[in-house]
């Protein structure tokens, strides 16, 4: 579980806590996670912002912050088990669509051609 | 197994998941929480965090739940010596009443660094530098 794939489970699911750096000034920004990329961009709804100080505070209904101003993102403590679920529950559905062994076979095959001495071998092969 | 993981300073971290880390980040939190994941941009999940600071020879901590880093705020990455860690001579003191000291000894030292900053800049010729985080 890549800490992307972290966030992209996270979409919809409520409080997202976020602090970022926009012109140099620390905010927090928290509310409920609508959307985000690749590019750790996001979309926030429903959300209460406040100063560096966390004196003032400021409601915004929407707001959309861009990946690279992000320090970091605190998000629920259920939410790792609950992206285990469904994980877990997305992978028995892929094997019932393709069939239990053939996944296994997919798998050891993979492995097999990321050794080295199999590729290795043919390089050498084709420049002789 | 490890073999084929290729030995690059991100493929040597796979030894950290699942242990102790403190996380060191650029405007000079310090994290301490499990390793959970990490990518090749260094954002990192941690798990049960609690944020820590120091001032004199006390320490406080701050609950803090899961926490997903974005790598380029990262300064450091440190496993934890479980053994060690209780020998630490520092005395843990309640957050609320060390966060008042803590931002005293932040305002302080920001301050002795930007007189330091001026000296260097009007006197001894240096160039200016930039703002926050700066120095990494």
Same mark, same amino acid.
């Given at each position: 579980m890549l800490p992307l794939s972290l966030l992209n489970a996270a979409q919809n699911k409520p409080m997202? =806590?976020?602090?970022?750096?926009?012109l140099q000034e620390r905010r927090n920004v928290n509310g409920h996670l609508v959307n985000c990329d690749?590019?750790?961009n996001i979309t926030l709804r429903e959300v209460y912002q406040t100063n560096a100080d966390g004196d003032r505070f400021w409601k915004v209904k929407e707001c959309y912050i861009r990946g690279s101003t992000i320090k970091y993102l605190r998000v629920p403590d259920a939410l790792l088990d609950v992206v285990k679920e469904d994980q877990t529950r997305a992978r028995e559905a892929g094997k019932g669509a393709r069939g239990g062994t053939h996944v296994g076979g997919v798998g050891r095959g993979r492995g097999g051609a990321r050794g080295g001495p199999p =590729?290795?071998?043919r390089a050498r092969g084709r420049g002789i | 197994m490890d073999s084929l993981i290729p030995f690059t300073t991100s493929g040597s971290l796979v030894d950290c998941v699942d242990r102790k880390m403190l996380v060191v980040l650029r405007d000079g939190r310090k994290l301490h929480g499990?390793? =959970?994941s990490y990518d090749q941009f260094a954002n990192l999940v941690l798990e049960d965090?609690?944020? =820590?600071i120091y001032a004199g020879n006390t320490f406080a901590e701050k609950w803090c739940g899961l926490f997903l880093i974005r790598g380029e705020n990262v300064v450091l990455l440190g496993e934890i010596d479980l053994d060690q860690e209780d020998d630490v001579p520092l005395r843990q003191v309640d957050y609320k009443q060390l966060d008042d000291y803590y931002r005293q000894d932040a305002a302080a030292k920001k301050q002795r660094e930007e007189a330091k900053a001026k000296i260097l800049y009007e006197q001894k010729g240096f160039c200016k530098e930039g703002g926050e985080g700066d120095g990494y």
């Open positions: 997202v =806590r976020t602090l970022h750096n926009f690749n590019f750790m =590729r290795g071998g | 499990v390793l =959970r965090t609690v944020e =820590r």
